[in-house]
């Protein structure tokens, strides 16, 4: 395969290939190569092992083309249709693009503009897509019926919940199948369905537009699998797509900021919509999950085994707000997440960093994590504003105090060194997904010097990796949150 698309590079550029350099390939059985000329002209080289498949893949590639829609453009085929020259779009995957806020749960706003950019996209991929389209083409479904929805949720059921060793009723789930799968259906659309339509999928190149700006521009690919079918399938996709850690108020906007695309093309009803995607969301995580059992557990593709943990606490988060329509599906899944496994499994979450100030004479502030406490820091040997009768009023917090310690000069040194020690923490307990650290700073009253310092600790760690800190001054019964931000 690989001398053919070699063969077919020369052709289309006339130059001999310098270095053709296999890609990572994620769930699918192609073959993906960057083949380079000596000159640096570079073409992305894919090799299938379906002819209909692939065929599939050029139809829809050059029909989206013709509409204007972003996907990259085809430039050469060989005879059996089994390899392929594609654009190169370069190494950024939308998913590898918003990592940040994946990990943290925090996106910048650069991250949201191009997820907005991006679902604003699919709702004209949708419409526009499906225009003129033969969808004879597809494969290997021309649309989305009950066939290939009943395919799904046995692929679930086999690869996924009888791999778990739970006890069910067969019978019993199989009628919720055939009632969920009505529940889809009920509403025929004439739109065009991507059916995988997450963040993997979605390439975002660097180019320059009309009026000569440089700007970055999501590119769809690997959209070989769709057919006709609902909207609702795909939006649930990309919403819930099992490692995208999407707040409930980011999938909120994104939502909307589709629904508001979507309207310019066909009419929707927004409060039935909404009640339909309930159905879709719950129908993809199964099918997705069926997926991650099969790449998983059978073929032994670890990237799919890290995505399960995410995939279980979205069905558990659908879970506590699912209606009665299928009660002994919504049963067995219930047991499903609660099962050893899945209960000992806990996704990353933002750390937050809890900072107190506090007097000694009342004890070491109590860890209500339950990780027993962390950094204490002395405060006692500075030289203390409190014995100075014009401060007793005042608090580490206001000007004449805040004033006294910066020019006394002994406070700067001390939390220079507390820097140090708590900044090499916060970058561990990040890199390692731990989601509480507690720094402490006490004084003989807990008003002056141990405020003034808890309020620079905390400034600095919120500052410096954009992380949540919980400052609580304990003897001041005062409390403030400095909310985590993209750095």
């Known amino acids: 395969?690989?001398?053919?698309?070699?063969?077919?590079?020369?052709?289309?550029?006339?130059?001999?290939?310098?270095?053709?350099?296999?890609?990572?390939?994620?769930?699918?059985?192609?073959?993906?190569?960057?083949?380079?000329?000596?000159?640096?002209?570079?073409?992305?080289?894919?090799?299938?092992?379906?002819?209909?498949?692939?065929?599939?893949?050029?139809?829809?590639?050059?029909?989206?083309?013709?509409?204007?829609?972003?996907?990259?453009?085809?430039?050469?085929?060989?005879?059996?249709?089994?390899?392929?020259?594609?654009?190169?779009?370069?190494?950024?995957?939308?998913?590898?693009?918003?990592?940040?806020?994946?990990?943290?749960?925090?996106?910048?706003?650069?991250?949201?503009?191009?997820?907005?950019?991006?679902?604003?996209?699919?709702?004209?991929?949708?419409?526009?897509?499906?225009?003129?389209?033969?969808?004879?083409?597809?494969?290997?479904?021309?649309e989305f019926n009950l066939r290939s929805i009943l395919w799904d949720l046995n692929y679930f059921k086999y690869c996924f919940l009888k791999a778990t060793g739970l006890e069910f009723q067969e019978n019993r789930l199989e009628d919720e199948f055939e009632r969920l799968a009505y529940i889809l259906l009920e509403e025929r659309m004439s739109t065009f369905m991507y059916r995988d339509f997450q963040s993997r999928n979605v390439m975002i190149h660097t180019e320059q537009s009309a009026d000569g700006k440089i700007v970055e521009v999501p590119y769809f690919i690997d959209f070989q699998g769709g057919r006709r079918g609902p909207i609702h399938y795909d939006v649930a996709s990309f919403l819930w797509q099992a490692k995208?850690?999407?707040?409930?108020?980011?999938?909120?906007?994104?939502?909307?900021?589709?629904?508001?695309?979507?309207?310019?093309?066909?009419?929707?009803?927004?409060?039935?919509?909404?009640?339909?995607?309930?159905h879709f969301v719950l129908f993809r995580t199964m099918q997705v999950l069926g997926a991650y059992g099969f790449r998983g557990y059978f073929e032994k593709k670890p990237h799919f085994l890290q995505s399960i943990p995410f995939a279980i606490e979205n069905l558990r988060k659908l879970l506590s707000t699912q209606s009665e329509d299928y009660p002994y599906l919504i049963e067995v899944l219930r047991q499903m997440t609660e099962m050893q496994q899945f209960k000992e499994i806990s996704i990353k979450q933002p750390l937050v960093v809890r900072i107190y100030s506090f007097s000694y004479k009342k004890g070491i502030p109590q860890d209500g994590s339950g990780n027993g406490g962390g950094y204490v820091f002395d405060c006692r040997a500075l030289n203390n504003p409190g014995r100075y009768e014009r401060y007793t009023h005042f608090t580490g917090m206001d000007e004449p105090v805040i004033r006294f310690i910066e020019e006394d000069g002994e406070m700067k040194p001390f939390l220079e060194e507390a820097y140090k020690l708590v900044d090499s923490s916060v970058k561990r307990y990040i890199e390692r997904g731990f989601q509480h650290l507690m720094v402490c700073f006490g004084c003989t009253g807990g008003q002056h010097r141990s405020v003034y310092a808890a309020e620079k600790m905390a400034r600095h760690i919120n500052d410096t990796f954009g992380v949540e800190v919980r400052l609580i001054h304990r003897e001041q019964n005062a409390e403030r949150t400095f909310p985590a931000h993209a750095k």
């Open 244 to 278: 995208a850690n999407f707040s409930d108020e980011l999938r909120e906007e994104l939502l909307v900021s589709y629904l508001d695309e979507i309207e310019k093309y066909i009419p929707i009803d927004r409060v039935d919509f909404r009640q339909r995607l309930h």
């Open 1 to 142: 395969m690989e001398d053919v698309l070699q063969s077919l590079f020369e052709q289309y550029t006339g130059k001999a290939v310098a270095s053709a350099a296999a890609l990572t390939a994620s769930g699918s059985n192609r073959q993906y190569y960057r083949l380079t000329s000596t000159d640096g002209q570079s073409l992305i080289g894919v090799a299938g092992t379906a002819k209909e498949e692939n065929r599939a893949f050029l139809y829809m590639a050059q029909h989206f083309a013709g509409k204007g829609l972003n996907v990259p453009q085809v430039v050469a085929a060989s005879e059996d249709d089994m390899c392929y020259l594609q654009q190169d779009l370069g190494n950024t995957l939308l998913f590898d693009y918003i990592s940040e806020g994946r990990k943290t749960g925090t996106f910048s706003q650069r991250e949201k503009d191009m997820l907005h950019t991006t679902i604003r996209a699919l709702a004209r991929l949708q419409t526009k897509g499906a225009e003129g389209m033969d969808f004879r083409y597809c494969y290997p479904q021309p």
